[in-house]
Every structure is written in C-alpha cells, then in structure tokens.
C-alpha cells in the first residue's frame, strides 16, 4: 500500500521537475565558496550572511566550549540540559534584541511550530502573509485554529481580515446564547498576525510599521520571524524590527543564517516566557542545544553587534548594490531581478525546466545558485536565489553575471 503510494509520488515529482536532491557538500565551504563532489564553486547560495560559519573566532568558541562542556547538553532543559553557557545565551538575546526573555530552541522550524501551537486554540484565528515560511503556514494549518491568509504585504488585506473578524464577534456579544459555527464564543478570541521581517524566498521587507499599527487597532498580537533580517539589518544587526522601530509581541530569531550557526529562539514577555516554560511541549520533551553551540553563538552575537560586524554589513551591502548594478547594466530585464535591499537577489526564470537547466548551465561553469521551484514558492515563478554575503568580491559578482549573461543569451 505504502510502497504503491510513495511510487506514484516520485514519478510525479520526477514528471514535474521537481525532484529534489541534497548535493554532498565538502570540505573548506566558506559563506561564497564551496565544493561539489570533488569540483569547486563560487557559492551564491549560502544564508551565511556575514561569513560567521567559518569567522576563526567562532571556531574558538565552539571549541573551547567542547573543551570545557563536552559536545552534547545531556537532556531536556527541564532536566539536565539548561547548561550555564545556554542561561547567558538567552539573557544575552534578551538584552540584545530589548525583551523581556528569550526561548532557545533547537531551529527556527521548531520554534515556529512551538509558538503557534502553544498559542492557538479552538476559536482563535492566525491571520499570516501567505508568502510566510513553511514552518508558520504548516503549524498554522495543523493547529486548531482558522488560518486566514493577507496578501503578500498588503496591510489593507490584513485588515479586512481583522475587521471581518471583529465584525463576526459582534453577534455573540448581542445574543449571547448564539454561538459561532465551530461552537466557541469569538469574544475572547486569540487573534495572531504573522508575517517575516525579510522574506526568505523574495528577500523583500515586511511594511513592518504599518502591519504593527493595524495588528494593535485590532487588538491583535503581532509574530514576525526575522530569520533573514537579524545580523544583517538594523543598529548592531538587531534586524528588521530594529531597522523599523517596532516591537512585535513574538519576535523569532534564527541562528542558521547570519549566526553562521544553528537553532533559534523566540523573544518574549515574561508571561508569555513562563507560559512556554511550562506548557511548550517541543521545549520539555526536546534535547537543549549543546553547551558548545550556545558558546559559539554568544560569539555571534558579540561579532553581529560589534565594529567587525558593522563592517560586515557594510561590504555585504556594498556587495548587494554592486550586484543589482551589474544586472541591470549587463542583463536589464532579460531576467526578472526581484526589487530586495536583502542579501536575498532572487532572479524569476518562471518554469521549473528552465530555472533548472540556467542552474544546471551555471554549475557547469563553477557556479553554484539553486533553482527553487514550487511548492516553495508560487507555480510559475521559479527562480534561481541568490544570496550575497559579506565574503564575495566584485570579480565574483563579475564572474556570476558574466556566466549568466552568457547563458540567459542563449535561453
Ligand atoms: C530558515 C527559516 C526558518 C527555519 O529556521 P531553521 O533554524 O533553519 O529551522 C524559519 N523561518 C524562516 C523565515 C526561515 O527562512
């Protein structure tokens, strides 16, 4: 039964070009190189922003925490696994991004998931960007609660879901033996706005202060994970929320891009922090990270907020610039540049086939740039990501741009 099933869906993805495979990466990959089964590439792929994943000091503290701690943390939070480097890690972030506390969790999948479940309940309703990360829109659809999704960052779409909402709330109140179709009174309600602070697969920003104006009117509570803007936006890299001004109710931070590390934590109020210490479940019942990790990431943060760090971001934006440049002088519109101030530069080839074979031409000369396909982003628009970091050079962005006029000519 299983095996007839699983066949059907493989040839289908194989039929659709959508096959996925996980290249072998090999030794000495840096955030803009990398090899391949013994071939070399210029990495532009990478989410290691700032060049963290291989920063010396990094490498240091990854290895005198295993000196001092051991490599793994032994146990769940709750039991054995709070390590002491993990407390000064959270009270770090905490400080850092300007909460009350910080969760860490194992990755930015889990942390998602951990909030929306533990918040939503019966009656409550997620209202998210539907260009949100798999890991929001998957909790989000498997919770209890009713998804509704606005208009890739359209605050007017927002708020006519919030305000149909707040309408049908109306009725119960005036009749309070009527009760809504699923059986719960909406008054009381939880109303969740989600939505990123950089997008991740078209690296545009979130109208962040807008969004937050609308989530309050409403009486909402605002989530935005910034998995692509901490590190590298806003004063010290606090991100994108920084960069804005806001302070949304959740703030999700993930250690996998810019950290050069990984894992990630949710930035919280106390009450919510002690709510989810007790009640998280993939919290209790999950191996904290290791002491090591939480060493090498408070290295992180200290080179994310230092002078080296504002130096980081200042070529990787001189880099971004330099990159939008280039195409548009030697590709102009050839290929679809996306409008991104981001490190994320997506170029829109449209069906999976062809974003596949200007892959496929450019890893041929040395060039390594995924073509993402759907169902990651919407049918039509598959797109080779780019990512910049702070480690390429202009005679790397020339080569790239070199290549891929060569190849979009022959398109
Ligand atoms: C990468 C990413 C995540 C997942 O984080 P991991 O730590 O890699 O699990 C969540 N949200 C967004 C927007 C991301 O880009």
Redesign the pocket.
């Known amino acids: 039964m299983w095996n007839t099933r699983i066949e059907a869906a493989l040839l289908e993805q194989k039929a659709k070009d959508r096959y996925r495979r996980r290249p072998v990466c090999q030794t000495a990959n840096a955030s803009y190189k990398m090899q391949v089964e013994g071939k070399s590439y210029l990495n532009f792929s990478s989410?290691d922003y700032l060049g963290l994943a291989h920063h010396p000091l990094m490498i240091e503290a990854a290895s005198r925490g295993a000196k001092e701690y051991g490599v793994g943390s032994g146990g769940s939070p709750h039991v054995t696994g709070y390590s002491d480097p993990l407390v000064r890690l959270e009270e770090r972030l905490a400080s850092w991004l300007g909460y009350d506390a910080a969760i860490v969790y194992p990755?930015?999948?889990?942390?998602?998931q951990a909030a929306i479940k533990l918040l939503i309940e019966k009656g409550d309703v997620m209202i998210a960007d539907r260009l949100?990360?798999a890991?929001?829109l998957e909790a989000a659809m498997f919770s209890p609660g009713r998804l509704y999704r606005f208009k890739h960052n359209d605050p007017l779409s927002l708020e006519s879901y919030l305000e149909k909402e707040v309408k049908s709330n109306v009725i119960p109140s005036a009749t309070p033996s009527a009760m809504p179709p699923d059986g719960n009174l909406h008054e009381n309600a939880g109303k969740l706005v989600i939505t990123?602070g950089i997008?991740?697969m078209d690296g545009d920003s979130a109208p962040l202060p807008e969004i937050a104006r609308i989530t309050q009117k409403y009486g909402a509570t605002l989530m935005v994970?910034d998995?692509?803007g901490v590190g590298f936006w806003g004063s010290e890299g606090r991100g994108t929320c920084d960069h804005y001004g806001i302070k949304p109710d959740i703030l999700?931070v993930?250690?996998?891009?810019a950290f050069g590390c990984?894992?990630?934590a949710l930035l919280l109020s106390k009450t919510f922090a002690e709510y989810f210490v007790q009640f998280s479940r993939p919290l209790i019942y999950s191996t904290a990270i290791p002491p090591m990790q939480a060493e090498t990431l408070l290295t992180a943060i200290d080179l994310i907020a230092s002078q080296e760090g504002d130096e980081r971001r200042m070529r990787l934006a001189a880099n971004i610039r330099y990159f939008r440049e280039s195409i548009a002088h030697n590709i102009g519109d050839k290929i679809g540049l996306l409008d991104s101030i981001s490190p994320i530069q997506p170029l829109i080839i449209g069906e999976d086939a062809a974003a596949l074979a200007v892959s496929a031409q450019l890893k041929d000369a040395g060039i390594w740039v995924s073509a993402i396909r759907p169902p990651t982003v919407p049918p039509h628009t598959a797109r080779l990501r780019v990512t910049i970091t702070a480690d390429h050079d202009e005679a790397m962005i020339d080569q790239f741009i070199a290549r891929l006029a060569a190849v979009s000519g022959e398109q």
């Open positions: 989410n990755s930015g999948f889990t942390a998602n949100s990360h890991s929001l990123e997008f991740s994970d998995a692509h999700v993930t250690f996998g891009k990984s894992g990630a």
